[in-house]
Antibody
Framework: QVKLQQSGAELVKPGASVKLSCKTSGYTFSTSYMSWFKQIPGQSIEWIGM????????GYNQKFKGKATLTVDTSSSTAYMDLSSLTTEDSAVYFC????????WGQGVMVTVSS | DIVMTQAPLSVSVTPGESASISCRSSKSLLHSNGITYVYWYLQKPGKSPQLLIYRMSNLASGVPDRFSGSGSETDFTLKISRVEAEDVGIYYCGQLLENPYTFGAGTKLELK
């Protein structure tokens, strides 16, 4: 069955960067798209961007350009998202989801930015 | 960006009764290919969103047929027939027509 397993919670200091992972199984990762989302607790969902695992091609929400960088490792069927120059406004839960219809989601990872 | 506006923001339903959630987009979500790119998701407390309806009216795999989606180019409805306890959570409509994909503020469904 399709699974998306995200890495564990992160506590990072302002100004630092963090790399989140989303390890997949149960489908052909190399010919699929992956999207990432941000959700501040109690708020709605924001789409950050997507990446095509076949060639690494990306599309970003303009709001997150310069903040998020999406990459993939097809050898391990894993998608990654780097978040840079973190501020308290980046504290949120981040999800990965298989694009198509966003029919499968990771469990989410809480990123807390605090000194 | 396309704005998705949901109503109501919360709804309280007696188990066994029906519920409807509305969603309006600021732009037509009908593509020239004939597909309307509106989606519905349910986020249960403490969980990831789960797909309920795709492309306006198609039931996602494993979703009970108590759920149905309908609409036009800019106005959409999610209907839940015979609400059950497992339906509690926040419902989001979203548009996957164009970058950036955007979502409504959510409708919280609770039981009376």
């Amino acid at each position: 069955q399709v699974k998306l397993q995200q890495s564990g919670a992160e506590l990072v200091k302002p100004g630092a960067s963090v790399k989140l992972s989303c390890k997949t199984s149960g489908y052909t990762f190399s010919t699929s798209y992956m999207s990432w989302f941000k959700q501040i607790p109690g708020q709605s969902i924001e789409w950050i961007g997507m990446i095509y695992a076949g060639d690494g091609g990306t599309g970003y929400n303009q709001k997150f350009k310069g903040k998020a960088t999406l990459t993939v490792d097809t050898s391990s069927s894993t998608a990654y998202m780097d978040l840079s120059s973190l501020t308290t406004e980046d504290s949120a839960v981040y999800f990965c989801a298989r694009k198509g219809n966003f029919d499968y989601w990771g469990q989410g990872v809480m990123v807390t930015v605090s000194s | 960006d396309i704005v998705m506006t949901q109503a109501p923001l919360s709804v309280s339903v007696t188990p066994g009764e029906s519920a409807s959630i509305s969603c309006r987009s600021s732009k037509s979500l009908l593509h020239s290919n004939g597909i309307t790119y509106v989606y519905w998701y349910l986020q249960k407390p403490g969980k990831s969103p789960q797909l309920l309806i795709y492309r306006m009216s198609n039931l996602a795999s494993g979703v009970p047929d108590r759920f149905s989606g309908s609409g036009s180019e800019t106005d959409f409805t999610l209907k839940i027939s015979r609400v059950e306890a497992e339906d509690v959570g926040i419902y989001y409509c979203g548009q996957l027509l164009e970058n950036p994909y955007t979502f409504g503020a959510g409708t919280k469904l609770e039981l009376k």
